[in-house]
């Protein structure tokens, strides 16, 4: 299996902030990546998909990056309505693995 | 307006079955895979098992894998996930949710999940 790891677990920042969460697989995955945004008792959001396309309706501040083992979700201003965990996952092959997810607070 | 709505989650016994549907509407149902991610409680996300848009492809999670059965009925615009010899590991929200296309399996629309708690 891929194993994703997404650094850091945990963010702190103020509105306003520029924000990076990473992701890196344990392998190549081409550019098979997306990034979901998940608040307390919902679903997961479909953010970005292919590592940098963004979704329709996706504020336009969400921007992804990255190919290969290594890629970025970045925030260029953060939001209060961004507070959520953000998730990484691979589908470069039939079995997809997600990432442990990285909980972002607002200072 | 797309919606994936699942139904059939409860509290089963240790060993016990229990059969999720995921009914769906508002799209071309029989021209999309479709997926079953689960979330146990306080956890992240884990994907349990796709199925292709025909039902002739379907892959499950190592950890489902010879105990979970998937399906869909394309006349009906419904997944199921018959989930058998259930342990108290399979505590989770489960959500139904749509892959984008037929090379782009990442996870477009989800459903509001269905809870499923195995407790004696």
């Known amino acids: 299996d891929i194993q994703m790891t997404q650094s850091p677990s945990t963010l702190s920042a103020f509105v306003g902030d520029r924000v990076t969460i990473t992701c890196r697989a344990s392998?190549?995955?081409?550019?098979?990546l997306a990034w979901y945004q998940q608040k307390p008792g919902k679903a997961p959001k479909l953010l970005i998909y292919?590592?940098?396309s963004l979704e329709s309706g996706v504020p336009s501040r969400f921007s992804g990056s990255g190919s290969g083992t290594e890629f970025t979700l970045t925030i260029s201003s953060l939001q209060p309505d961004d507070c959520a965990t953000y998730y990484c996952q691979q589908y470069n092959s039939h079995y997809p693995t997600f990432g442990q997810g990285t909980k972002l607070e607002i200072k | 307006e797309v919606q994936l709505v699942e139904s059939g989650g409860g509290q089963v016994k240790p060993g016990g079955s229990l059969r999720l549907s995921c009914a769906a509407s508002g799209f071309t149902f029989s021209n999309f895979g479709i997926n079953w991610v689960r979330q146990a409680p306080g956890k992240g996300l884990e994907w349990v098992s796709s199925?292709?848009?025909?039902?002739?492809?379907?892959y499950y999670a190592d950890s489902v894998k010879g105990r979970f059965t998937t399906s869909r009925d394309n006349g009906e615009n419904s997944l199921f996930l018959q989930m058998n010899s259930l342990r108290a590991e399979d505590t989770a929200i489960y959500y139904c949710?749509?892959?984008?296309?037929?090379?782009?399996?990442?996870?477009?629309?989800w459903g509001q999940g269905t809870q499923v708690t195995v407790s004696s």
């Open positions: 949710a749509t892959s984008r296309s037929s090379y782009d399996n990442s996870f477009d629309y």
């Open positions: 292919e590592a940098s």
């Open positions: 392998q190549s995955i081409s550019s098979w």
């Open positions: 199925i292709n848009s025909d039902g002739t492809y379907i």
